[in-house]
């Protein structure tokens, strides 16, 4: 990528809790910048810090100290009510369960939130998208669990948003099925240029980053960039 323009830039981010008498650092001093349009994986053992930090990204929650900005926006000195702005147009989340709306159909679930939005897809467009046409009046009882998942990323992407945060995206899934997310996340980020980061256990995503950021006790112990990135139907795990 030729001058990268930063998306998010993380300044000197720690996150602490206070167990009784000790201090848990859940990160410690992390600093990173995400760019526009980029793919990135955050890949780290359990209790490395990534949920947190893509926490802290998508303004669910603050740092104990240092400093979060989004574009021009400091987020760590932000009030709940400029968070809650941000996360409505910024950001798309998708977490491991995909937590729809059981009484709502596959089409209802995503009009919720494109009847917030100010510039949405609609939600035929946005299911269209991830390959769900024919499921639109599905209840969630009547999809697999990808197809759930891939209405959750409609959900998501329905808003456009600038960002998409993916915390364990694939987690609940099988192989096979696991691809057929990764594909529509794959899909939204080349067409649209969302940025999208991606929480995994699993090292075999990491194959279709723009850049692998590895964390290790609250700390970023490396970040590779991936000369070439594979396409989700490519991916071994
Ligand atoms: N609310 C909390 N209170 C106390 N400690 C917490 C809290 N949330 C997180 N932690 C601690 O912070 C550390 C980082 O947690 P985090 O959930 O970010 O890790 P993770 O890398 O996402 O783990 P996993 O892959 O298991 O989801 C862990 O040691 C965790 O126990």
């Known amino acids: 990528m030729a001058n990268p323009v930063a ?87 998708i977490f491991q369960f995909y937590n729809l709306i059981p009484s709502l159909t596959a089409r209802e679930n995503v009009a919720l939130v494109t009847e917030i939005a100010s510039h949405p897809f609609s939600p035929e467009e946005a299911l269209a998208l991830v390959g769900l046409s024919d499921r639109l009046d599905h209840f969630p009882a009547q999809l697999s669990g990808g197809e759930q998942q891939r209405v959750a990323i409609a959900r998501a992407i329905a808003k456009r948003p600038e960002v998409l945060l993916c915390d364990e995206p694939t987690g609940a899934l099988d192989f096979r099925t696991g691809k057929l997310v990764l594909e529509a996340l794959a899909r939204a980020n080349q067409e649209f240029g969302t940025t999208t980061a991606v929480i995994t256990h699993n090292a075999g995503i990491a194959a279709m980053a723009d850049r692998v950021i590895s964390l290790r006790s ?20």
């Open 7 to 93: 998306v998010f830039r993380v300044r000197e981010v720690s996150k602490t809790y206070r167990m009784g008498e000790v201090r848990v650092y859940a990160l410690r001093r992390v600093n990173l910048e995400l760019y526009e349009g980029e793919f990135a994986v955050l890949l780290g053992p359990s209790g490395s810090g990534k949920s947190t930090l893509l926490n802290i990204l998508g303004g669910l929650d603050v740092p104990s100290s240092g400093e979060v900005w989004f574009r021009n926006r400091n987020l760590a000195q932000a009030n709940d009510a400029i968070l809650t702005r941000f996360r409505r147009e910024a950001v798309g989340f």
């Open 218 to 237: 609250g700390e970023i112990s490396s970040i590779e960039v991936n000369a070439t990135k594979a396409s989700p139907d490519e991916l071994e795990w």
